[in-house]
């Protein structure tokens, strides 16, 4: 009994990895034609789903050309469904390459802005108001009026992200459209709308890192003549300087991933921003919107690009958790 | 010689309680001496303490009745602190009345910064001029040996004495008139403990010294003048050895005997 | 001077608070006035198909109440191996650390590892890949709490349970886990509110459906993703009930949140 519970509860421990590992081994396998198709150079390609004469297409310097695959003869082999068992059989059709066709063109570098940017716009207008909220929760307002308001914002911030996104799409993109012209739908209101919706997570996790700060360290600080915002300023964000730090990059890499709160906002068009106001793209909405109507190459570059976002929350959090979060 | 503080008929009452902390207290804190206030837990010693800086108006609701006078800088007249109402005022009386706390404080930053910080903030600039109080002060508080190789480093890193000798040398590099102790070694071991006892009858030199300790002992050590305080009220405050060895009140007796407390 | 920046400090502070609170209190407002004008009984008791939402609720329960239902013993065990067995080592923080990247990995990319290999492979959209999206989302969340809660039972218990000759299973579930219990309830109840809000693993695991239907093995009904297509729809009609079901989703997410802050709440007086 002791030791099959221990074998249970240690194979329970394991599935987690295992879980993390297979998803990335299953991502990567069935992005493999289209990584193979377009290399590192997707990354860059800013055209999506264009179909071009395949003389010249986008490498990477270090692909061998006579490794090119070819577009035809996979996308065949890739309608039946049962590509991942049968990647052996891509390397071999690469011999038997013609060339002079045409081929269809993706590149996540539409979305990978669109997702860069809408995050970044997300955290310049998150980071001041949510730490206006642990400020003024932690030190400002009295007791009072702490404890309820501290307890909305952690219950906001349980609100599932489609609400987010529905408000935004009906009422905050018109409301900004109004003010600042442009679409109702655009890398702006999809920004903001995230910002919104991170406000209350990072807030409730500043919040919490600042009540980390001992009372007798501020008091020590207002008895030497401090006022309250060199007290908050010199004492309370250094000391809790790391747990900030980490509460704002896991907010990053919350709206980095988020798909509902943008997916109603973003347009879902691939061009790039002239202008805040215009529409594009973020990765996780063309995953959401192309995916059913997917198969093939098409499908495959789709693996890809939720590979990309699958790496690049990875390393957020890592970052996070490595340097500003280390459990004592 | 005149007081440097007196605490006159203090009644003190935390925010929403319905019986005050302290009930008509009388205290004189002497120049250039050095008074103890003793008694058991609770017994308001130091809610007392953390009036004399008015460090209870940063929790607001509290009451305060009586009077507490602070020598103004002239050593003729008084100003009753309790009456100060602009915050202004309130940041040059604590910068004029230092507090050290139970546990060791010291800020986010370097050594260095932590003893400039005060003078920073009370608007000193000049570099060099800096440079030299925060040497003084380390001085004083018999650390310059040990951290002056290593100013620029995180205060954090110090020991738990070393580092309440830091906030000691932090407080004093204001050139405070009083400096109020708030069980100062009560986080710290017996040799810490002795450091700082030894540098606190140094300090009595050039400053006016309140200490609040849980440790009789250390009282008797280093104090001109006792309070035994007991459910908010000073039941007896007289020369140190008076107390110790003719208190004139049972409870004081009982209590430096060891029968409660 | 510095009073003078003291003071515009704390009014920008406080006035920052004021906007994010303004915002939030707009969603709330506009969810609530949108979402009760079309609150009626016939929400409850019709299927999407005929203009209500009882399928969609009930699926989005079940695959929910499912995952969670799976999720529970997996993520307790993993959990327990972690705080109980795993000791100090190196291998429990990265296990640690792996939970911690799971619990933060972007849903959708979930969603996309489900499709692969279980949509695939069966060529349709079906509950239990539903299910297996939200068991994924689920367990690390409930590993991680579960090890948190017992890392706050004091080790005295545990050593006065092995001194009075329990065995460490013993010790385990009848005393760690038991002193733990109300954190762990709240843990898995904060999880619960946590996945019945997701659309993103949905939208290609398990669809939605318009009709009444409690078999598994097909395209489901889903709450969630009903409302994003119901939003995104031209008809009137059909925006309205999308902002009932979302009023009722979130009506339904923050009272789990209140039961689990109640439940842990109870427990510490």
Known sequence: ?328 | MKNMMEVQALTFTYNGATEPSLKRINLPIEKNKVTALIGPSGCGKSTLLRGMNRIHDLYPGHRYDGTINLLNSDGEAYTDILTIKKEAELIRLRQRVGMIFQKPTPFPMTIFENIAYGLKLSGVKKRTQIEEVVEQSLRDAALWGEVKDRLSLDARSLSGGQQQRLCIARAIALKPEVILFDEPTSALDPISTLAIEEMISVLREQYSICIVTHNMQQAARISDFTGFMYLGEMVEFDKTETIFMKPSVKQTEDYISGRFG | MRLILNRLFLIFSSAAALVGLFFLAWILFTLCSKGLAGLSLSVFTNDLIDGGLRNVIVGQLMMSGIATFIGIPVGILAGIYLQEYGGNTKTTEFMRDLSDVMMSAPSIVIGTFVYAIVVVPTGHTSGWAGVLALFILMVPIIVRTTDDMLKLVPTELREAGIAIGASKYHVTMNIVVRYAKAGILTGILLAFARVVGETAPLLYTSGSSQFWTTDLGDTFPSLTVSIYNLATMPDNEMVQLGWTGAFLLTAMVLMINLLGRYASNKKRR
């Open chain 1, 1 to 328: 009994m002791e030791l099959i519970f221990k074998k249970l509860a240690q194979l329970s421990a394991s599935l987690v990895f295992f879980i993390l590992a297979a998803t990335a081994l299953v991502l990567y396998l069935s992005a493999r034609p289209a990584i193979e198709e377009f290399g590192l150079g997707f990354l860059f390609e800013s055209r999506w789903g264009v179909e071009e004469t395949r003389a010249q297409p986008v490498l990477s310097p270090n692909q061998v050309v006579d490794e090119m695959p070819v577009i035809d003869e996979q996308a065949d082999a890739l309608l039946d469904d049962d590509f991942i068992d049968d990647e052996d059989d891509f390397v071999g059709d690469d011999d038997d390459e013609s060339s002079g066709d045409t081929r269809i063109v993706y590149g996540a570098l539409v979305p990978i802005v669109g997702t860069l940017f809408s995050t970044l716009i997300a955290m310049f207008f998150s980071i001041p108001i949510a730490m206006g909220i642990a400020v003024f929760l932690s030190e400002i307002a009295p007791k009072l009026l702490a404890k309820p308001v501290g307890v909305a914002i952690e219950l906001l911030a349980s609100i599932p992200s489609i609400i987010y996104g529905m408000w935004g799409l009906f009422y905050f993109g018109p409301f900004i459209a109004g003010i600042f012209g442009g679409n109702t739908v655009s890398l702006l209101v999809a920004g903001l709308v995230l910002g919104i919706m991170v406000i209350p997570f990072m807030a409730a996790l500043s919040r919490d890192a600042i009540s980390t700060v001992p009372d007798m360290l501020k008091e020590s600080a207002y008895a030497m003549g401090a006022t309250k915002l060199e007290v908050i300023k010199d004492v309370v964000f250094p000391y809790a300087k790391s747990g900030i730090i980490g509460s704002i990059i896991l907010s990053f890499g919350r709206a980095l991933g988020e798909t509902m709160a943008v997916a109603f906002v973003i347009g879902g068009v691939y061009q790039f921003v002239g202008k805040v106001t215009d529409p594009t793209n973020s990765i996780p909405v063309v995953l959401a919107n192309s995916f059913a109507e997917s198969s093939g190459l098409s499908l495959s570059v789709l693996f890809y690009l939720a590979l990309i976002l699958f790496a690049m929350s990875f390393i957020v959090i890592a970052v996070a958790k490595f340097f500003f979060l280390r459990r004592k």
